[in-house]
């Protein structure tokens, strides 16, 4: 636990800083839940961006994520009254022990270009495949993947970093290149942190994006058993690329 994250790990800290001011999507997954029966399963939930939003607004929705430092920030900072966030890896939603083998759920969501960074096609098979199995008759599977990467490297000019301030440190994260690479790209941004005293503390993260279209999903969940009835483009920001997002159902409902 980093005292200048206010409270927040360290991972929990910069997922503040570069994805907690996302905002553009979270009308479409409240609208998703709205027209859910029952209850909302947030994958890769983070520190809360989606999960907590729903709940504010009544929908029942538990995140899971295999970062137990996340999970922890998740479950600080969560609303009252709201299921807490469970440590599990999306590959292993059905392995014995894990705490999602009874339950079931009327709407699961992945945010984010979850799918995308999992590390590949057999990992997206093995979160894929267990999803008909947590849906309830009726219920869907939402999914939301960037189209439309770079073809090729990607040097970024000089823009505005994000920017956040936490327990008087300043936080900011520059995107710096975008490296490219057969079937993926990578993202890198260089990371700084200003503390009241002066001090600067640097350093560099990347994530790489599998390169996945609607067409490459819609084969995937077809082998999974579940069958896309819709999609839909969540649009670009200033800062974020657009996205599209991908509806399901399990085929046999």
């Known amino acids: 636990m ?31 839940a709205a027209g859910a029966a029952g209850q909302v399963l947030d994958l890769g939930c983070g520190i809360g961006r989606v999960s907590h939003h729903l709940n504010r607004l009544g929908h029942v929705t538990t995140g899971v994520d295999r970062d137990s430092e996340l999970v922890a920030d998740f479950n600080r900072t969560r609303p009252g009254g709201s299921p807490p966030a469970l440590e599990v890896d999306v590959t292993g939603l059905l392995e014995p022990g894990s705490p999602l083998h009874d339950r079931t759920f009327s709407l699961v969501i992945a945010p984010q270009q979850l799918v995308q960074i999992l590390g590949g096609h057999k990992k997206r098979t093995e979160l894929l495949t267990a999803l008909p199995r947590l849906i309830v008759p009726g219920g869907r599977a939402a999914f939301a993947i960037c189209e439309d990467l770079p073809e090729a490297p990607v040097d970024y000019p000089a823009v505005p970093p994000d920017l956040r301030e936490v327990g008087g440190w300043v936080h900011s994260s520059q995107p710096v290149a975008i490296e490219t690479a057969p079937g993926a790209v990578t993202a890198v941004r260089t990371r700084r942190s200003l503390s009241p005293d002066g001090a600067i503390r640097e350093g560099q993260d990347s994530v790489t994006l599998d390169r996945l279209d609607r067409s490459g999903l819609e084969a995937e ?3 999974a058993g579940l069958t896309v009835i819709a999609g839909s483009p969540i649009p670009a920001t200033d800062r974020h690329m657009a996205s599209t997002l991908v509806l399901a159902r399990p085929s046999t409902s």
């Open 2 to 32: 980093s005292s200048r994250g206010a409270g927040l790990s360290d991972t929990g800290l910069w997922q503040l800083v570069e994805s907690d001011g996302y905002r553009v999507d979270l009308n479409i997954w409240a609208l998703l």
């Open 221 to 223: 969940l077809l082998e």
